[in-house]
């Protein structure tokens, strides 16, 4: 009897489990690898960048289904809100829109000038939306942006991400911002965030067609411009490349990238390039007469990758002046940074976070007017770089042509 009474419960037990009752198939869904943000007078325009599946299955090329075909397809949608947008796209999809994959998040200046938060609200509030997603600004439409092929990538959203990475890995003149950090900069103490811009440039085909894609060569690509400046959610201005690397510097986000620089100080052109290795950043806020003063102490090394002096570098005392003239060169660079944020009045080098943890009494008297008391800090740069390597040769091919004339 206990054992009939067991198998009866175990069978009641197993009819309340509901399965896989909301399951979606694969071949149900339209996989995003991009997406953007514009404005069409009071209303948000969505657009996504849809991976077309059988487009790519092919091992070789775009060849699928017998002919070629575009390996990805974007539309818009358009709506009062992003989420009813969202919805709206229902409407030309025979699939729902899965956001899981998508790799890059173009906005528009138009909608960096009205602000993004609805944007962060979006993807914190709902499961289906990735905080991992890179963000990206263009000052034109940003649907124009997706419809762009790339010649070494397949899927276009895929290739945006690889190129951030690329340049972020090599350069470090743009930082790589994704939706948290974007988020995190916004709502920090200094309430200033960058995000890097996305251009298309070049002359000639303007690469929506598959025909640019059967040629060696590329008349116009895709690219990372400049550095926008937010003040909060909203847009504030513009940084050139040169100083966005300034601002990684003294944020400590530069990982690795090559500097090129003068031999000597009177010299007009740049005719050497160091290869930076590493590179750490600390910020020493001081408060002295009511006055705050902020250290920047930046350390690196690295190699030298091109030289065209006559230098022997053999020399320990010429290799000292290289070093004073690479340092020279970064302290500069800080420096036109600094103006720069300081004429937009936003601290997007986390000055203000350095400042709290050091100073919490003097914080709290000037966070609600900390743009005004950010514009009068004065900076004092530090710069120590080291040449470990001058490569496999100690002179160049200029001393050796000098040495020969004389």
Avoid at 120 to 135: G, S, W
Avoid at 215 to 233: F, H, N, S
Avoid at 298 to 313: M, P, Q, R, W
Wanted: charged share 25%.
């Amino acid at each position: 009897m206990k054992k009939i009474t067991g198998i009866i419960v175990l069978l009641l037990a197993c009819s309340l489990i509901s399965g896989c009752w909301n399951r979606i198939e694969l071949n149900e869904l339209s996989i995003v690898s991009a997406s953007s943000f514009d404005f069409n007078g009071n209303k948000w325009v969505n657009s996504y960048q849809v991976i077309i599946p059988s487009a790519i299955s092919s091992g070789t090329g775009l060849a699928g289904g017998g002919g070629s075909q575009s390996p990805v397809t974007v539309f818009s949608s358009e709506g009062r809100t992003i989420r009813e947008a969202v919805g709206k796209s229902s409407m030309e999809s025979p699939r729902q829109m899965f956001f899981a994959h998508n790799s890059a998040l173009i906005i528009s200046e138009e909608v960096a000038r009205h602000g993004i938060n609805e944007i962060l609200d979006l993807h914190y509030r709902n499961t289906d939306a990735r905080e991992t997603v890179n963000v990206l600004i263009t000052q034109g439409n940003a649907r124009s942006i997706l419809e762009r092929l790339i010649h070494t990538e397949k899927i276009p959203g895929q290739g945006i991400r690889g190129i951030l990475s690329n340049e972020s890995r090599n350069t470090s003149i743009v930082p790589s911002v994704m939706l948290y950090e974007l988020a995190m900069a916004i709502t920090s103490d200094g309430k200033g965030a960058v995000i890097p811009e996305i251009v298309f440039a070049g002359n000639g085909e303007d690469g929506r067609s598959l025909d640019v894609l059967k040629k060696t060569y590329e008349q116009a690509k895709l690219r990372i411009g400049r550095l926008a400046v937010l003040r909060g959610d909203k847009f504030a201005g513009w940084l050139t490349r040169e100083e966005g690397l300034g601002v990684s510097f003294i944020a400590n986000k530069v990982r690795s990238t090559n500097l090129a620089f003068r031999c000597k100080p009177g010299d007009k052109n740049y005719n050497m390039t160091f290869r930076l290795q590493t590179s750490a950043t600390k910020l020493k806020p001081t408060l002295q007469n009511g006055k705050m003063n902020m250290g920047i102490d930046i350390k690196g090394a690295g190699y030298l990758l091109e030289s065209n002096c006559v230098t022997d570098l053999t020399q320990p005392a010429a290799v000292k002046q290289l070093e004073q003239q690479l340092q020279e060169e970064v302290k500069q660079m800080v420096i036109r940074s600094w103006g720069a944020a300081k004429r937009l009045k936003v601290d997007v080098f986390g000055f203000a976070d350095a400042v709290h943890r050091k100073y919490p009494r003097e914080w709290r008297r000037v966070k609600n007017n900390w743009d005004e008391t950010f514009s009068k800090i004065q900076i004092e740069p530090h710069i120590k770089i080291s040449m470990d390597r001058v490569g496999l040769t100690s002179k160049t091919f200029k001393s050796t042509n000098s040495n020969e004339k004389r």
